[in-house]
């Protein structure tokens, strides 16, 4: 399989892994909002893409981002896009990401990018969410 446009990326990484309790509908219209922001940066590596938002500047400068995942590649692939992404972040001098994830999502992978950068994930309680948090610039 070759590599999809951005706009069918997302709607297959909704369709496989979006917010069950919101309408394909919702979804895509929070898709077009995130990447609409003039401080978005849309990457894409693979069948995956990430929309990247700088939120803010920590106390040595550099940049806290909210980033949002859309896949539709294999796990495998999806594993190698996040961390050719996390290299690519590494280099914008983006110190912190953070993100939401599903478990199911996220927790084969988590292991294997925790090794390379220190990650922190707390579980929101009673649901399947996590809250990611990834220390970008102390990955190696």
Known sequence: MGQMDIPTVIAKGIESMGNPNQSMGAQLQTASILSDNKNAVIDQFGNTVFITIPVRKNKKGMLVAFVVMYNADTPKNMLKNMLDY???????????????????????????????????????????????????????
């Not at 707390?122 to 102390?138: A, M």
């Open 86 to 140: 996390l290299a690519k972040i590494k280099q914008r001098k983006v110190a912190v990401l953070k993100f939401t994830a599903e478990n199911e999502n996220l927790m084969p992978v988590a292991p294997i990018i925790g090794r390379r950068y220190p990650m922190e994930i707390r579980k929101v309680k009673d649901t399947g969410l996590l809250f990611v948090t990834v220390n970008v610039q102390e990955g190696r």
